[in-house]
Each structure stands twice: as C-alpha cells, then as structure tokens.
C-alpha cells in the first residue's frame, strides 16, 4: 500500500535573556547546580511572579519573523501536573491566548516553494534538569523558569527532507534574529515531531506518534525515516499504529516507546491568577518590528545583488557567523566574490566555528580585507596571498607581513622583460598552440614566469607584458 | 459535578506517584463527597448572563519586568529545604524507569 507522511513539529526555544521568564534570577549557562534560582524559581510559598520585558520582546520579533498575528494582550495559564521537575507543581504557559496566531514559512525545495503554516506561538517557562542515576534522581533548578517560546506548526509537513528545511530555516530565522542561539545540541532549541500515515488519496489523518527531544537535524531525518519504516510495516500487516510518545534511539536507528497515551492527561489549565493581563503598547510592538534585525531570506538577496552565486550565498548564509565576519570584512574590500571565497574555503578552514561565533580570533578583519584587495589588484599572486593570510590568521598586519615574508612585487618593466624572453626561448611550442587558440597555454607560461621569478613577479604586469609579447611573435 | 468512587482516588493517587490504603481511600472519597455537595449547591446559582471573572481588577495592566539579574539565592539556601542534597543537587527517589 503506498502511505503519505503527515508530520506536524512543535519546537521549544530557550530565549536570551539576561535573567527568567518571571525572575530576576540570571539563565544559567554551564553553572554549578542550584547557583542560578531564587525564591520565585523554587516555587516558595508567596511569591509572585513578573514578566520579563525582553523575554516579550524577543517573542515578538519572532512571531514578526514568522508571520503570525499578534495579540497585544498577553495573559498565561497554568499547565497543572505533578513531576519533580516543576517545583510549583505547574507551569505557566500560554494555552488560551498565545502571544502569536496563523503564521507561516515559505521553505525553498527543489521542486519549489512550499508554505508551511505555523498554529502558534507561545511563551512558557522551562523546567528543572534531571539526572536519574540508578536509583535516584538529581535536580538542578537553574534552568527552571528559562524564558521558553514554543512554536506548533500545523500538519502541513509531508517528508523528513521537508521536516529538515523547516526547522533549519526556523533555526536560521531565530538566530539571525538573535532571540535564541538555537544549539540543538545543547538544548537551547528542543524539537518533537508528530508522524503518522494515511493512504495516499484519503483525507483522514491516521494514529499519530509523537517522537521527542530531537538533537540535531540529522537525527530528525533518521527518526522520521525511521518511524515511517516501523508504522507503514504495522499497517501493511493489518496491525494498528497506537498512539503514543516514542523517543529516537541514535545506537539502534529505531524509535523506543516511552509512554503510551492513555486518554488525555487532564492539565487542568485555567488562568494564571497571579499575573493580570498585561497590555502591550502599539508603539512598543511597532518599533520592535521596524527594528528587525535582516532576516536571512533577505540577506540571500543581497548577496544575490551583489553578484554572488546562488551556492555562496547560500553557504554564507546558512552560517550566520561566518556571514557577519563577511559582511564585516566587505567594510574593507570590494572584491565581492574573492571575499566570499576566502570566507568559505580558507577562513573555515583555520578558524573553528566557536571562534567565530565569539569572535574570539586573532584576526584582524581590515588587514583580511587589505589581503583581498591586493589579490583583486593582482599586486600579489594567490600563492602569495595564502602565505600572508597564515600569518594574518595570528593576528599579523598585511603590510608587516609583506616585509617579513620578503614578499616585493617586481614591478621593474626590464626585469619582468627579461623574465619573459627567456621563459619564452624554453617554450616555443607553447608560443604556438597559444596562436593556435590553445587559452591554457597562457597559463602554463604565466605559471612558467611566476615560478621563474619566486612568486615575485606582478601577476597583471607580467600578464600584459606577456601578452604583448605574444602579439609581437605571432606569424 | 463528577464524583470519583474509592478506586477512582486511587487511581488519581496512582498518576500523583503516592498509594492510598483502601480505609485512607474510603476517608477520603467521604470528604469529597461532602464537598461536592456544596459544589452542586453552588452550581444551583443562577450565572445566565454573567461573564467569567479572574481579576479582581478590570483593568489591564502594562507593567514590565526590566531583564536585569538582579536576584538569586546561595546555594546554601536553595538547598535548605533539600530532604537530601548531593554534590549541589537536590536528590529524590527516581520516579522514572
């Protein structure tokens, strides 16, 4: 029987702030345990929470971001349930009146633009972290009451290659946005899926799964392959598909069950007494909007405009660090397409990406961009250029190194004259096949000069001159 | 209003992690059996017409909390209340498999 994917995508997204959701306790990042919570975190006795400025700022940026509609009034509810993860015994969330309504992406496939609708958009809190040892369970409060947005897609998605492109977008999205830091790995943006199958043709969604806490991109890939392959055997044996909450195993490639659905829990929501409704100001939401930072859809544009080609700007893009050290290094250079280069091939290639991400590398972008510029001018030949920029990548000036590396530019007519002549008298068939129409000949005898001349000639006067050169000898 | 038998607070004990004995369970299905009695007397009030109420207050508020970390306890306090407490952490019985 052949079965369609349907996958709907719920992402947790822990927001940068300064301090919590409802706290003025800092976001612990990489502390001892316990060092980062208050009285509000812990859920003592009288306590009363407050809503964090920025948390809301951010929120807002992001439904912008994502096309939803904004409701100015914000309100929260309780989420009731009993675990030892959540000190106050519920969590407050948004399920009545999420901050942000029907949105949508436009994801770019090959077979063209899809438009994935986004339900909402809404802010929570997160919990405490658990570690179960053998017979016990450690808790560290300090990520409890982290400022959370959940964004719940609709079921629009129909493949894992689809379910991948969205959230990478999304990710991207949300980082250029500098609401979150988006590292999969380490949490900060958590990712469920819901899976299930119907024949191709019908209307009725199947039984769903819920597959959660996804890592990384690949993974979402693997687990959806993965589910598809174990749900499409049962039905194809006439075995039902039960709903419930699986978990992917990255050693076996397989999803485990890890409880299934019996009934709805009830969350006995209502709304959080504690916290009024809280009107946001038009303006305030206005000139957060046209503050937006340039979303990466755009920049793909610019860098369009600006004559990269569809693949660079891509790979540019998809890296937003390495793209801020591109624009930067723009500030400096105008060869455009030699910088972009340089970015993707040789600056990954030295530089790892958490130094470019807290840019915390000896490099100094203006000399970069001075290098770039006297390989656009041709003043030093790309052989050249590579042995500056590994003293660049110390931290060196482009002039200093010039001198140290005894790098001179022969510049002297006579000199490079010479030069020529004599490559020439080596190579008189080369001379030949170049009036034959033969370009690479050229090549081979630029490459002859250069070698002559210790990677000293000036590549653009030597190119000339040779050229001349090759006028004067044609038959 | 919905009444839970004795193996109804069971279960509801079962799904809060804790056990209930048949005589606590039968105490405390009395109890509510009383309270829901005063719920239905309550439910008997004539509400046509009149819209749910949350806040006390009408009003909307505006206020926001600055994103300053301003506020955060010694760990010595946080774990005061720990009925045990290892390397910094709270420890309890593991309630998952």
């Known amino acids: 029987m052949n079965y369609e994917t349907v996958i709907g995508i719920e992402i947790h997204c822990e927001l940068k702030t300064k301090s919590k959701m409802f706290s003025g306790a800092p976001v612990a990042v990489n502390m001892q345990p316990n060092t980062c919570v208050n009285e509000i975190d812990l859920g003592h006795p009288g306590v009363l929470p407050s809503l964090n400025k920025e948390a809301v700022r951010l929120s807002v940026l992001a439904c912008s971001a994502l096309n939803l509609k904004i409701n100015p009034v914000v309100r929260f509810d309780r989420k009731n349930y009993y675990y030892s993860d959540l000190p106050k015994g519920f969590q407050i969330t948004q399920q009545f009146h999420p901050i942000g309504e029907h949105g949508y992406i436009d994801l770019e496939l090959e077979e063209g633009t899809k438009r994935i609708r986004i339900n909402r958009l809404h802010m929570e809190e997160d919990t405490a972290k658990q570690y179960h040892a053998d017979d ?26 689809e379910a991948m492109a969205y959230v990478e977008k999304l990710r991207n999205i949300l980082v250029y946005l500098d609401v979150t830091d988006g590292k999969m790995e380490e949490g900060s943006l958590r990712c469920d899926i819901n899976i299930s199958l119907r024949e191709v043709g019908t209307e009725a969604f199947g039984v769903k799964t819920e597959v959660k806490n996804l890592n990384s991109i690949s993974n979402i890939e693997r687990a959806i392959q993965a589910e598809v392959e174990r749900q499409s055997a049962l039905l194809n044996a006439g075995d039902v598909v039960e709903q419930a909450t699986r978990r992917y195993d990255d050693g076996t490639k397989t999803t485990i069950l890890m ?46 405009g600006l004559g990269l080609s569809d693949y660079d700007a891509q790979v540019l893009i998809s890296n937003k660090a390495l793209s801020d050290f591109f624009d930067k290094l723009l500030k400096h250079t105008s060869y455009v397409k030699l910088a972009a280069n340089y970015c993707i091939s040789d600056l990954l290639a030295n530089i790892s990406q958490k130094e470019l991400h807290d840019e915390s590398y000896a490099l100094k972008i203006e000399e970069m961009g001075q290098l770039i510029t006297g390989l656009g001018k041709q003043d030093i030949s790309s052989k050249q250029a590579k042995d500056i920029f590994v003293e660049l990548l110390k931290g060196k000036d482009y002039q200093a190194t010039i001198k140290e590396l005894n790098i001179e530019q022969v510049s002297d007519t006579s000199v490079l004259s010479a030069l020529i002549e004599s490559v020439l008298a080596e190579n008189e068939q080369s001379i030949i096949d170049y009036h034959n129409g033969k370009d690479r000949a050229l090549g081979f005898l630029m490459g002859q000069i250069m070698k002559k001349s210790k990677g000293q000639a000036n590549p653009a006067l030597t190119n000339k001159l040779l050229l001349e050169e090759l006028m004067k000898r044609k038959a | 209003m919905k009444r839970l038998d004795v193996q109804g607070f069971k279960d509801l004990a079962n799904q809060l992690r804790f056990s209930l004995s048949d ?62 407490e290892k390397n910094g952490f709270f420890v309890t019985q593991k309630v998952v498999g």
Do not use: C
């Open chain 1, 136 to 161: 016990e369970t450690w808790i560290d409060f300090n990520r409890a009451g982290t400022p959370l947005i959940e964004i719940v897609s609709e079921a629009d998605i129909r493949s894992a290659k």
């Open chain 1, 259 to 304: 409880r299934k659905k019996e009934g709805t829990v009830d969350y006995k929501y209502f709304p959080e007494p504690n916290i009024p409704p809280i009107r946001l100001d038009q303006k305030w939401i206005e000139s957060i909007q046209t503050s937006m930072p340039e979303l990466p859809d755009v920049r793909h544009a610019r860098y369009i």
């Open chain 2, 23 to 84: 005589e606590e369970a039968n105490d405390i299905k009395n109890e509510f059996d009383v309270l829901i009695d005063q719920m239905d007397l309550l439910n008997k009030i004539d509400t046509e017409g009149v819209e749910p109420m949350v806040y006390p207050f009408d009003e909307e508020t505006s206020f926001l909390r600055e994103d300053v970390a301003i506020q955060v306890l010694p760990v010595q306090e946080v774990l005061k209340n720990a009925p045990k």
